[in-house]
T-cell receptor, first 109, second 113 residues
Framework: GQNIDQPTEMTATEGAIVQINCTYQTSGFNGLFWYQQHAGEAPTFLSYNVLDGLEEKGRFSSFLSRSKGYSYLLLKELQMKDSASYLCAVLDSNYQLIWGAGTKLIIKP | IAGITQAPTSQILAAGRRMTLRCTQD?????MYWYRQDLGLGLRLIHY???????GKGEVPDGYSVSRANTDDFPLTLASAVPSQTSVYFC????????????FGPGTRLTVL
């Protein structure tokens, strides 16, 4: 079966750095997405990786290793507004998105 | 309209009633999707449409139906609601320059009693 694993919850301090990991086992791979979802709101697109390596976008970076079935989202200079759930999703061989359950990130002052 | 809209925002429904959730996008995206999101679970695909006139079943299609008469609209119908359909429903679309990136509507919170 297809499976996306990410930690249920993480806590970090304002101004610090946090890394959210995601491992996947899917039927085929056509890219990996990270989305941010604030409580009570819709998911919003953060990043897309299809090749191995690091993609940097401001305070957020996303890394992919296809051989290891592994990705992480790195958030730097954490702000209180970064408190949200972070969803990892893989585009499978049928171009359907398979979603992880999300990681709830709590930022403390 | 800018992006994707959904209606209603929330609804309380008696079991056995019929309900249609509306979704409209103005981005001219070819593909549209319906997901449900339940606490502790990832987004689960209910139905999708790759282009107007076609639809397909996702992971959890039972009890739901969809239609895609035109590019902009993708309604989701619950023919006879049951309490297990209590959830938050998100509509999404994709197909712009970043072809596979999905953009989400604000969601409909549905409670079936």
């Amino acid at each position: 079966g297809q499976n996306i694993d990410q930690p249920t919850e993480m806590t970090a301090t304002e101004g610090a750095i946090v890394q959210i990991n995601c491992t996947y086992q899917t039927s085929g791979f056509n890219g990996l997405f990270w989305y941010q979802q604030h409580a009570g709101e819709a998911p919003t697109f953060l990043s897309y990786n299809v090749l191995d390596g690091l993609e940097e976008k401001g305070r957020f970076s996303s890394f992919l290793s296809r051989s290891k079935g592994y990705s992480y989202l790195l958030l730097k200079e954490l702000q209180m507004k970064d408190s949200a759930s972070y969803l990892c999703a893989v585009l499978d061989s049928n171009y359907q998105l398979i979603w992880g359950a999300g990681t709830k990130l709590i930022i403390k002052p | 309209i800018a992006g994707i809209t959904q209606a209603p925002t929330s609804q309380i429904l008696a079991a056995g009633r019929r309900m249609t959730l509306r979704c409209t996008q103005d981005m001219r995206h070819n593909a549209m999707y319906w997901y449900r999101q339940d606490l502790g679970l990832g987004l689960r695909l209910i139905h999708y449409s790759n282009t107007a006139g076609t639809t397909g079943k996702g992971e959890v299609p039972d009890g739901y139906s969809v239609s895609r008469a035109n590019t902009d609209d993708f309604p989701l119908t619950l023919a006879s609601a049951v309490p297990s359909q209590t959830s938050v429903y998100f509509c999404a679309s994709s197909g712009g320059p970043d072809t596979d990136t999905q953009y989400f509507g604000p969601g409909t919170r549905l409670t079936v009693l």
